[in-house]
């Protein structure tokens, strides 16, 4: 992995999860801050559900109470991130309405007993358990999550209060959505006569000889399905095509903006350029920051082998001060300066008192000189032989280690901010002293060290290989033109032809895009792109929109309305459905009234052949494939040891049957009552797994309006 890709990964890094509102961060920060609205107008219905309106303020403060514990978990929100955040709310809001619409039917409740058990019992949330969890025993604290709680409930901050219910609140409706999966589950029944019958059925086994006229015997082209036809098979099955939200597709064509060859050329020579003044620069960090370095400047050290770029021993060979490059690292043309080198654990312990400074990471601190005066006489009482143990139980304003005594096990480099995590791996085993971070002042000891490699202290200058003014000129000009002289889709498409096909440029399609969609496939991420499309109408060019390192000039060739899909939306699907079934139709005209089978095959000019072994329970036969109105005719007890009188239009093909033999196998001791508690135990498991929350939304009524928001 790239220098580039680690710091992208550490800094930058976001993963798609389900966020639930942690109470055990470093320190409790404030996850409603901005309450004001940044919506204008008088609408504020962000949608509906079963008629309950969501207001675009609530829904704001929830995506931005997700946002700020994705922030406290070192996550950087940028506008995708924020995207998936918007869409998780709205899951959660959907799945929270619907669920405590049917608790309340049922008349479920929680009781503060239960709430207290949930918190406190045998399986607390994994949050809560690692906590308060002693990594010495490995027991759970009880007592001290319990009186957590309390002082947050007893002198707790309004907004950290307003966390803590919103968390219990989060608690109780999965605690009571369980208590409705397993209400729903247990309804699981099979009759005895059920299996029994089940049981016989699977016992039969047939054998059959027939004649498969297959459908590639008649030309696609010689069957035509017509728009008519398809609006009658969408009618006849309006389920299988509802559509819940509109959507639409786009013809465009992209204008390439990415850096030339020139422009590379050009961050080449700028890093070179640096190379010297880098060198002899006494301030590392402040020379990145003064030259606008891509990358950030990282103060601490990192072992050998935690460094992954392919010219990691050049870097190292340096004497310090040395600078290496520039070479090209992804995107960026980097210089790595080796500042220093020195043998280090990989692994760090240590116990740690936090008297918290007021600031950013914790506004209910004490001031600056006071908090100095508090850790100093902490350090003093320690050093004078009292217990750190106690004293961390205390005064420490770290929840996440107080109640462990202050200590945190085993951490790797880089985890800690950076003046903790110096005094962490660079003084020896057995150093106390206090330090100053961000959070405040701490009283560190060393309590052990592991893993000694040699370690490497680099700063990178980096510059991203960027598209020069005059490169991006050039696209947005040849896109502006084109969208100029293209106001409609027959000029578009005509304008194409002729100017832009010459010269190599595609003209691609998108199609499905939904107004609540960040993304487009082949385009790119652009919530602006998408909004964009559905501000236009059909028929309508957009201006150029920049996505990425294309312009794109877009014009919108459908809309799709929610309801039924249209014809064209449909015909990729019932096109070949039809086409069999009107093939099916001439076939068994082709056929006439069936009488034998050496008739059959006489007429269609295919082989008879026979299917033996043929089950019930619907397997594969090496021979049939799945052919269930086939295997349906065999088993039917007016069929056998007869020619079936009305062909079977399958899969593959139009078949006509003869039942030659239905046979029993012996079933030998079955016992039914082991197969009933079976089978319910399966369908209670496959509940489990499969929320009822699908059915209950198809069945919802709900107005999406997130689009007019965001």
């Given amino acids: 992995m790239s220098v580039i890709q680690q710091i992208r990964d550490k800094y930058a890094r976001w993963a798609v999860v389900a966020i639930a509102l942690s109470l055990l961060g470093f320190i409790l920060m404030d996850a409603f801050a901005g309450r004001t609205s940044v919506f204008g107008g008088n609408n504020t219905t962000l949608g509906s559900i079963n008629g309950k309106k969501i207001d675009v303020q609530d829904f704001e403060q929830r995506v931005k109470a997700q946002e700020t514990v994705a922030q406290q978990q070192g996550y950087n929100m940028g506008d995708e991130s924020r995207q998936q955040i918007i869409q998780s709310v709205w899951n959660g809001e959907i799945e929270r309405n619907l669920l405590q619409s049917e608790i309340d039917k049922l008349g479920l409740a929680i009781g503060s007993r239960e709430i207290n058990d949930i918190l406190f019992g045998a399986n607390p949330p994994q949050d809560i358990k690692q906590g308060f969890t002693d990594p010495q025993t490995g027991a759970f604290n009880t007592a001290a999550a319990q009186q957590y709680f309390a002082q947050l409930r007893k002198s707790g901050t309004p907004e950290q209060k307003a966390q803590m219910n919103e968390y219990l609140e989060n608690l109780e409706l999965q605690r009571l959505s369980e208590k409705y999966t397993s209400l729903l589950s247990n309804t699981s029944y099979y009759a005895k006569w059920f299996v029994e019958k089940q049981n016989v059925d699977n016992s039969l086994m047939a054998n059959v000889s027939y004649v498969m006229v297959p459908y590639a015997t008649i030309s696609d082209s010689a069957v035509k399905v017509s728009d ?20 639409r597709s786009i013809n465009y064509v992209t204008f390439n903006a990415s850096p030339s060859g020139a422009d590379s050329v050009a961050v080449l020579n700028q890093v070179a350029g640096l190379k010297a003044a880098f060198a002899g620069s006494t301030d590392a960090q402040q020379f990145l920051t003064q030259q606008g370095s891509t990358l950030p400047y990282f103060d601490g050290y990192l072992g050998a082998s935690k460094i992954q770029i392919p010219v990691k021993d050049s870097i190292f060979a340096l004497p310090n001060g040395g600078v290496y490059g520039p070479y090209q690292d992804n995107n960026s043309f980097v210089l790595a300066k080796k500042l220093d080198a020195k043998v280090l654990p990989d692994s760090a312990k240590v116990r740690h008192i936090l008297v918290g400074v007021a600031g950013q990471q914790n506004p209910a601190g004490l001031s600056d000189s006071a908090a100095r005066k508090r850790i100093d006489s902490i350090a003093l009482a320690i050093k004078n032989g009292a217990s750190f143990d106690s004293l961390a139980k205390k005064f420490s304003d770290d929840p996440g280690s107080k109640d462990k005594g202050g200590v945190y096990d085993y951490f790797p480099q880089g985890q800690m901010v950076p003046q903790f995590n110096a005094f962490a791996f660079e003084k020896p085993v057995g150093s106390r002293d206090v330090v100053k971070t961000d959070f405040g002042y701490h009283l560190i000891e060393v309590l052990g060290q592991k893993g000694n490699e040699m370690h490497y202290k680099i700063a990178y200058l980096g510059k991203e290989i960027v598209p020069s003014q005059e490169t991006d000129n050039a696209a947005a000009n040849a896109a502006n033109q084109f969208a100029g002289d293209s106001r409609s889709l027959e000029a578009f498409n005509s304008n194409y032809d002729k100017n832009l096909r010459p010269k190599g440029y595609n003209r691609l399609l998108a199609a499905d895009i939904k107004p609540n969609d960040f993304a487009v496939a082949g385009i790119g991420n652009s919530r602006s792109f998408v909004k964009a499309v559905y501000s236009a109408g059909k028929g309508d060019v957009l201006e150029p929109q920049r996505v990425g390192d294309n312009y794109i000039v877009a014009v919108v060739t459908s809309i799709e309305e929610a309801g039924l899909a249209s014809v064209a939306k449909a015909r990729e699907i019932v096109e070949p459905i039809l086409r069999n079934k009107k ?19 006489a007429a269609a000019g295919q082989p008879i052949q026979v299917a033996d072994s043929l089950t019930f329970n619907g397997a594969r036969n090496p021979n049939l494939g799945y052919e269930y109105k086939v295997v349906g005719a065999a088993f039917n007890p007016a069929n056998k040891g007869k020619v079936v009188p009305e062909a079977l239009d399958g899969q593959a093909g139009v078949y006509v049957l003869k039942v030659n033999n239905v046979s029993a196998i012996a079933q030998g001791n079955i016992d039914v009552a082991s197969q009933r508690q079976m089978l319910e135990m399966q369908a209670r498991q496959q509940m489990m797994y499969r929320s009822p929350l699908q059915a209950l939304r198809k069945s919802a009524d709900i107005k999406d309006d997130r689009a007019k928001f965001y």
Avoid: C, M, P, R
């Fill in 228 to 247: 008519a036809d398809i609006q009658a098979y969408i009618n006849d099955h309006k389920e299988d095509f509802k559509q819940e939200e509109e959507s």
């Fill in 583 to 601: 093939k099916a139709e001439q076939i068994v005209a082709k056929l006439g009234k069936i009488s034998t089978l050496e008739a059959v095959s």
